[in-house]
């Protein structure tokens, strides 16, 4: 099933509030959040709903991270968020009004942030897509890093966290196997297996799809998971 569902009319009918809700809600066409007792499902429409509605307004953001959206970066967005033809206009507009507005993208981050545990794999699997898209016109500027940076801060993961996110995309810590561990170079053996059984835990497909992550993020998280045993095989052998 897709993320997306109805963003707009299936949204409406939700309690979000907050810098998102006002952003659904200029998109919808009138606000969408109150104050209503919500059931436990509820709670949770609402969550996925949030979190969509900031995948989609912090990939606005850092496609403009750098003075103008490209049609490539448009593209990336659209090969890893899969929605309905159906749903295209209302994507779309949601994607145009946050590269638009004057709402900074640090009160997006921390709503989404507020959602999860602190370091919750979705929210690195986010910062992860948002690095997708920026190195899809094959030239991150400083503005991006800057940017992305300050996206990982405010969703509150570590500076170890950011550092293994980016070695998974940019230059030559690419293929670093120290840094997309997290671990310092010429750390022993048994520090190295601990970063590798806790990053193979956290981002276990199985692991988000038991959170109720959307089928993209896994799919990314799968691509995450392999890079990650591939580095700590690559350490073991130098062992």
């Known amino acids: 099933m897709s993320i997306w569902?109805?963003?707009?009319?299936?949204?409406?009918?939700y309690a979000l509030g907050g810098p998102l809700g006002a952003l659904l809600g200029l998109a919808a066409g009138h606000a969408v959040g109150?104050?209503?007792?919500?059931?436990?499902?509820?709670?949770?429409?609402e969550k996925n709903l949030a979190f969509t509605i900031a995948a989609v307004a912090l990939a606005a953001k850092m496609a403009k991270a750098d003075g103008?959206?490209?049609?490539?970066e448009k593209a990336a967005f659209a090969r890893l968020f899969?929605?309905?033809?159906?749903?295209?206009?209302?994507v779309e507009r949601v994607f145009d009004l946050a590269s638009r507005s004057t709402v900074g993208f640090e009160s997006?981050?921390?709503?989404?942030?507020?959602?999860?545990?602190?370091?919750?794999?979705?929210?690195?699997?986010?910062?992860?897509?948002?690095?997708?898209?920026?190195?899809?016109?094959h030239a991150v500027t400083e503005a991006?890093?800057?940017?992305?940076?300050?996206?990982?801060?405010?969703?509150?993961?570590?500076?170890?966290?950011?550092?293994?996110?980016?070695?998974?995309?940019?230059?030559?810590?690419?293929?670093?196997?120290?840094?997309?561990?997290?671990?310092a170079p010429g750390?022993?053996?048994?520090?190295?297996?601990?970063?590798?059984?806790?990053?193979?835990?956290?981002h276990h497909p199985d692991a988000l799809t038991g959170q109720g992550m959307p089928a993209e993020f896994v799919?990314?998280?799968?691509?995450?998971?392999?890079?990650?045993?591939?580095?700590y095989e690559k350490l073991k052998a130098r062992a």
Do not use: M
């Not at 799919?219 to 580095?231: G, V």
């Open 34 to 45: 109150r104050a209503l007792r919500k059931s436990p499902a509820d709670a949770q429409a």
């Open 5 to 13: 569902g109805s963003i707009i009319g299936g949204g409406a009918g």
């Open 144 to 183: 991006e890093l800057a940017y992305l940076a300050d996206v990982a801060r405010h969703l509150g993961l570590d500076e170890a966290t950011y550092r293994a996110v980016r070695a998974n995309h940019l230059g030559p810590e690419a293929d670093d196997p120290y840094a997309i561990l997290g671990v």
């Open 187 to 202: 750390a022993d053996p048994e520090t190295i297996k601990r970063a590798w059984r806790e990053l193979a835990r956290t």
């Open 82 to 90: 899969h929605f309905d033809p159906a749903e295209r206009a209302n």
């Open 68 to 72: 103008a959206v490209c049609a490539r």
């Open 108 to 137: 997006y981050a921390r709503q989404v942030a507020g959602l999860f545990d602190k370091g919750a794999p979705a929210l690195e699997e986010l910062l992860d897509c948002l690095f997708h898209i920026a190195t899809a016109d």
């Open 219 to 231: 799919a990314l998280a799968e691509k995450r998971l392999a890079k990650i045993n591939a580095a």
